[in-house]
């Protein structure tokens, strides 16, 4: 079994960016035979990015921000199990190893390519209660209230995870949900050593942890942080997932885990009720697709607004010569961040959850559309995001998870889940030992004004009762002559389009191989705040300065997603898997 964890010290690294032509994909070669894609990246990044190398297998492969869950997953691919089942095996374990993003407390996405060539995408998102008005979030004067959304029982919706992963195992698993579920209530009952990587999650909310005594109970050792090598035992989670193992969908949705979920939000002023956990479902869908230089890029549809805005950044800049131009070079930028910034603006301002609104993505994606946004970008200067608009005419907490799998049929699935911020609302129910997720943020609590993760959003995301947010959860499969080539996704609230995306554009135009791909650090764009997010090492001082002379404004970021992907080389058929190393709890193993 190959297994590859990136070592807690990565913060000390610069990230990386491209190799030179040798190692660009075919199509790129021939383009451009001469060109290093890496040449305006700094001196410090490439001599990291040339000692980055994905793991590699040959039947199968799993990558997640876990270690354990990885290894979960993958033993049920050994056994027989398809990428479904590990898929499954793989959430249940997260809610456990993985308490921050994994979750039974919140809902998500999965993407399905078949081996027959069918795609298919599962919609799992979270919905807002039926008591939820529009208004729940403002003042008498109709001001938001500051943590009302993310802080509070009210900001939890309906958690969709539990009937999702139920939903997929039934449709096209081949084990059984106890088979599947098994392992996670062995790590719960039993335990699991913490690693540093986990140890520093747990560390961003000791505060928090410390305001509940049932969450302390658990996630504090007698009042103090945990640290690694430590045990942490989770005996009423394993209860919970041992009430699902038995009853399925039915134990959490009708029977005494909603009853307790239902009686703790009532003795903290929230709106959750019975009938909401009744009424609750879940929806296969079609993925939206698009072609990129010969690929098929397979993503989610709405209620997400990923998948639509990955492919109208990457088909608006398909035009361009971004592997002539290079990584992180002035030009390759300018057009990618105006490509985002446009494409964001239309994401901001026309997509919701179809159930209550119309999502014009055929029009968005129109190649007359397309080329009117193209036509406003200016080639040597920033366009304000203030004369920026809807132009038809008219998030998620940096805390989701992203995991990637494929069996050795080929089956591959990509899935994101989330409870929107760091462990949630930081409340658990009673003894079910699941944090809730604070996912009604991710609606809009006043046209206009910017969410918890800063997206200023129209009234097609308002609050209703029974929808679901819009989300920026992308879960993808990039297709290669019908077949899996790159599967690929991330948390990071609206982070998740940019790093999705720059995982494509690192692969296809600049030649990186997977781990190149997925250390290379990272910009995002999201119309507003009219700022250019970047990771340390992506600029040059004279790329910068020769940015900001155009109009850029940039802010760094420490870290930007944490992309768990998978790549299959199109002439071996050899799986390659590379864990983010923004995330060093995580694996990539195969086998």
């Given at each position: ?8 010290g990565?913060?000390?690294h ?10 660009l994909p ?5 383009a ?11 001196a ?14 040959r039947?199968?492969m799993?990558?997640s ?15 027989g199990g398809?990428?479904i ?13 993985h ?16 081996k ?18 529009p208004?729940?979030?403002q003042d008498?004067?109709?001001n938001?209230?500051p943590g009302?959304s993310?802080?509070?029982?009210l900001?939890v ?5 539990v ?18 579920i ?12 913490l690693?540093?990587g ?16 049932n ?18 035992v ?8 041992e009430?699902?193992a038995?009853?399925?969908?039915d134990?959490f ?17 929230g709106?959750?009720s019975?009938q ?10 079609k993925?939206?697709q ?9 993503s ?10 990955v492919?109208?950044?990457?088909k608006?800049?398909e035009p361009?010569?971004?592997g002539?131009?290079?990584?992180g ?31 014009p ?7 007359d559309h397309?080329?009117?946004l193209?036509?406003?970008?200016l ?7 203030s ?6 005419g ?20 990509a ?6 911020y760091?462990?949630?609302i ?9 944090f809730l997720?604070?996912?009604?943020d ?8 910017a969410?918890g993760?800063?997206l200023v ?14 989300s920026s ?31 494509i554009?690192n692969v ?12 290379a ?8 705040p009219?700022?250019v997010?970047v ?28 992309d ?5 080389d ?11 190393p923004r995330?060093p ?7």
């Amino acid at each position: 079994m190959d297994r590859q964890r990136a070592t807690p010290g990565w913060r000390r690294h610069l990230l990386a960016a491209a190799l030179a032509a040798c190692c660009l994909p075919l199509h790129a070669r021939d383009a451009a035979p001469q060109t290093p894609a890496i040449a305006s990246a700094p001196a410090a990044t490439r001599a990291v990015l040339a000692k980055a190398q994905p793991v590699t297998a040959r039947h199968g492969m799993v990558v997640s921000a876990q270690h354990l869950a990885t290894l979960v997953g993958l033993d049920i691919l050994r056994q027989g199990g398809n990428a479904i089942d590990a898929a499954v095996a793989v959430g249940y374990a997260e809610a456990v190893v993985h308490p921050c993003c994994g979750n039974i407390g919140g809902g998500g996405f999965m993407t399905i390519h078949f081996k027959d060539g069918r795609n298919v995408f599962l919609d799992f998102r979270e919905k807002a209660p039926l008591k939820a008005t529009p208004t729940m979030f403002q003042d008498a004067k109709g001001n938001l209230v500051p943590g009302l959304s993310t802080d509070t029982w009210l900001g939890v919706g309906v958690p969709g995870t539990v009937m999702g992963l139920d939903e997929a195992l039934k449709k096209y698993g081949t084990l059984s949900l106890k088979q599947v579920i098994a392992p996670a209530i062995k790590l719960a009952k039993q335990g699991y050593v913490l690693e540093q990587g986990d140890v520093h999650i747990l560390d961003d909310s000791v505060k928090d942890f410390a305001k509940y005594p049932n969450v302390a109970a658990i996630f504090l050792d007698h009042g103090k942080p945990y640290v690694a090598g430590q045990r942490l035992v989770q005996t009423q989670l394993a209860h919970t997932l041992e009430q699902i193992a038995a009853g399925g969908t039915d134990a959490f949705y009708k029977g005494p885990i909603a009853r307790k979920l239902v009686a703790a939000s009532e003795a903290n002023h929230g709106i959750l009720s019975m009938q909401d956990f009744a009424d609750y479902t879940v929806q296969w869908d079609k993925p939206v697709q698009c072609d990129y230089r010969g690929y098929t890029i397979v993503s989610a549809p709405p209620p997400s607004s990923g998948g639509v805005t990955v492919c109208m950044i990457l088909k608006l800049v398909e035009p361009y010569a971004l592997g002539r131009w290079g990584y992180g070079s002035s030009k390759s930028l300018h057009y990618l961040v105006e490509a985002e910034r446009r494409a964001f603006a239309d994401r901001n301002t026309y997509l919701g959850d179809p159930a209550f609104v119309h999502n014009p993505i055929d029009r968005l994606l129109s190649v007359d559309h397309l080329a009117r946004l193209r036509a406003t970008i200016l080639p040597d200067k920033a366009t304000p995001s203030s004369e920026v608009k809807g132009s038809l005419g008219q998030a998620e907490g940096n805390h989701t998870t992203h995991y990637s799998v494929i069996d050795k049929d080929g089956t591959a699935v990509a899935v994101t889940y989330t409870i929107n911020y760091l462990f949630g609302i930081r409340q658990i129910a009673g003894d079910t030992g699941f944090f809730l997720n604070d996912e009604m943020d991710d609606l809009t609590g006043k046209p206009g004004e910017a969410n918890g993760a800063g997206l200023v959003q129209g009234t097609v995301n308002q609050v209703e009762p029974g929808k679901r947010p819009l989300s920026s959860m992308t879960p993808t499969i990039v297709l290669r002559n019908g077949k899996p080539f790159l599967i690929t996704g991330s948390p990071g609230s609206a982070t998740i389009i940019s790093t999705t995306m720059e995982s494509i554009v690192n692969v296809v135009d600049y030649g990186m191989n997977l781990q190149q791909a997925i250390d290379a650090p990272r910009m995002h764009h999201q119309w507003y705040p009219d700022v250019v997010y970047v990771e340390p090492g992506l600029l040059t001082p004279q790329t910068r300065k020769s940015l900001e002379s155009m109009g850029y404004t940039f802010r760094t970021r420490h870290s930007i997603g944490a992309d768990e992907a998978i790549m299959v080389d199109p002439k071996t058929g050899l799986l390659e898997g590379a864990n983010d190393p923004r995330r060093p709890a995580g694996l990539a193993a195969g086998y």
